[in-house]
């Protein structure tokens, strides 16, 4: 039974295009598997530096999920001044696992934060309410 529950979460339909921001290879991984798994198209970037360059791109993005804390420029909440200034309606999510930055996470734009770690279900409801919210692009 729990397993047909977790199969059932993981194929529903998800509809939307995630850009995926982490500079850690198996967090990355884990979270591109799970959009993937739940409908969405994603594309990945290892830092800030290639999000901006594919956020420049007249690309279909409709949510950036980045980390926040991430060697080299911007950082997380730097790429997500910079998203907003370039897409105003995109939404943003943000995620660390350092405590005491979940305040960043409102004062960001008006991202959404989501602590690391994360389970594959709270990732994929964020989502979803982030796509379905008005304005957004999903």
């Known amino acids: ?3 047909a529950t977790y199969i059932n979460l993981m194929t529903r339909a998800g509809s939307g295009f995630i850009l995926v921001v982490e500079d850690d290879a198996d ?3 884990f ?3 799970v959009l ?4 969405y198209r ?3 970037a290892v830092n800030g530096g290639v999000a901006l360059v594919l956020l420049e791109q007249d690309l279909p993005i409709d949510l950036l999920f980045t ?3 991430m060697p080299g420029e911007p950082d997380g909440i730097g790429l997500a001044q910079r998203a907003r200034a370039m897409r ?3 939404p943003i999510l943000l995620t660390t696992g350092f405590a005491g930055l979940e305040r960043l996470g409102d004062a960001a734009l008006g991202g959404k934060l989501l ?3 994360y389970r594959p279900r709270q990732l994929e409801q964020t989502v979803e309410s982030l796509l379905a919210a008005p304005g957004s692009h999903g």
Do not use: F, H, Q, Y
Not at 36 to 39: A, Q, T, Y
């Open 67 to 69: 980390d926040i804390v």
């Open 88 to 90: 105003p309606e995109l």
């Open 1 to 3: 039974m729990v397993t």
């Open 115 to 117: 602590a690391k770690p």
């Open 31 to 33: 979270a591109v598997r």
């Open 42 to 44: 994603v594309l990945e």
């Open 27 to 29: 967090v990355r991984e």
């Open 36 to 39: 993937r798994g739940s409908g």
